[in-house]
């Protein structure tokens, strides 16, 4: 019984980008149903999966509060995993996309859990990161976008849902604060120690804005413009500076962190699939096809190793 519970003590809250992977995944899986005229199938699967896989971690995190509460406090206090929290925000955020067209009350309340949680855990990351006194340069890690770019998700279902003015609110918070952050990671990487194995895939966190933003622009401004074609880009130009390091990631000991490959990676998916769609560029719809090939084969290899880390009793333990 101490063993579980010290297993239960060491669950960590960035289990839950595991759920942004999947649903990145669903949602990308369903945006090629609509573009390429398929049956929606797989994508409700996988829906349900995610579904599934967030109330399982929901569920397990809670015990972890209601019997481990220091550890908790203390992942809450630590200057790394304070910013993973959000990933539970954010990942009602991504299961109310999910759901938008086969259940909109449902995806409605989601919205509005997700949104208030995510305000509250920016709120409470950002007066952390201002009145502090453990942060030092090294902390820093592109992590500490994920409070971030959950603003940035609002109104991606808000706006459908008739939260335009919300959606601008959250969305503002986003663009604003991401380059402020982008510009302390750049300082961090360039003139720091470099970042420790663990928290190198990390790195693809930095597609994730742009892309997230371009999709969320284009839902409240409702048409391609400069602005929208500047965001886009960006995510693009990430993607590939990131492609650059992939040896370097494939050496790497396989840890969580892997998963923030995945939903920065669904992220530009998407965006891709958004500018076919806005467009009728073919070579966006190829780029989109190797992109989701590339998403579909990272998925399937976190799962995977994901799987025979928690099997092999390599997850939970301490660091």
């Not at 086969?102 to 509005?112: A, D, G, K, P, Q």
């Not at 992590?143 to 959606?167: E, K, R």
């Not at 090939?293 to 995977?304: D, E, K, R």
């Amino acid at each position: 019984m101490a063993q579980s519970q010290s297993r239960l003590a060491h669950f960590p809250v960035s289990f839950f980008s595991s759920v942004m992977g999947m649903a990145g995944f669903s949602i990308a899986i369903s945006k090629a149903e609509l573009i390429y005229s398929l049956e929606p199938k797989v994508s409700l699967a996988l829906s349900a999966i995610t579904v599934l896989l967030f109330l399982t971690l929901l569920t397990i995190y809670s015990i972890k509060f209601l019997k481990e509460k220091e550890a908790v406090i203390q992942e809450l206090h630590h200057p790394i995993k304070i910013s993973f929290f959000p990933t539970v925000s954010i990942s009602l955020l991504l299961l109310s996309i999910c759901l938008l067209h086969t259940n909109t009350e449902i995806s409605r309340v989601l919205w509005i859990l997700g949104s208030s949680l995510h305000l509250i855990f920016t709120l409470y990351v950002m007066n952390a990161w201002i009145n502090h006194d453990y942060f030092n340069i090294n902390h820093m890690n592109p992590a500490w976008f994920i409070p971030i770019v959950g603003n940035i998700l609002v109104p991606i279902s808000g706006v459908p849902l008739g939260y335009t003015d919300i959606s601008w609110f959250f969305f503002s918070i986003g663009i604003v604060f991401w380059p402020v952050l982008l510009t302390i990671i750049y300082y961090r990487v360039i003139f720091h120690p470099a970042l420790p194995g663990k928290l190198i895939p990390t790195f693809f966190i930095l597609i994730a804005p742009p892309a997230v933003g371009f999709l969320s622009y284009i839902q409240l401004n409702g048409d391609l413009d400069n602005f929208a074609r500047v965001l886009y880009y960006s995510s693009l130009f990430f993607t590939l500076l990131v492609f650059t390091k992939v040896r370097q990631f494939s050496k790497l000991q396989f840890f969580l962190s892997w998963w923030a490959y995945s939903f920065p990676l669904a992220a530009v998916s998407i965006a891709t699939m958004r500018m076919y769609q806005l467009t009728q560029n073919v070579m966006f719809s190829v780029l989109a096809i190797i992109l989701l090939v590339i998403l579909t084969s990272f998925i399937s290899m976190l799962i995977i190793k994901t799987c025979n880390a928690i099997f092999d009793k390599q997850i939970c333990v301490p660091e």
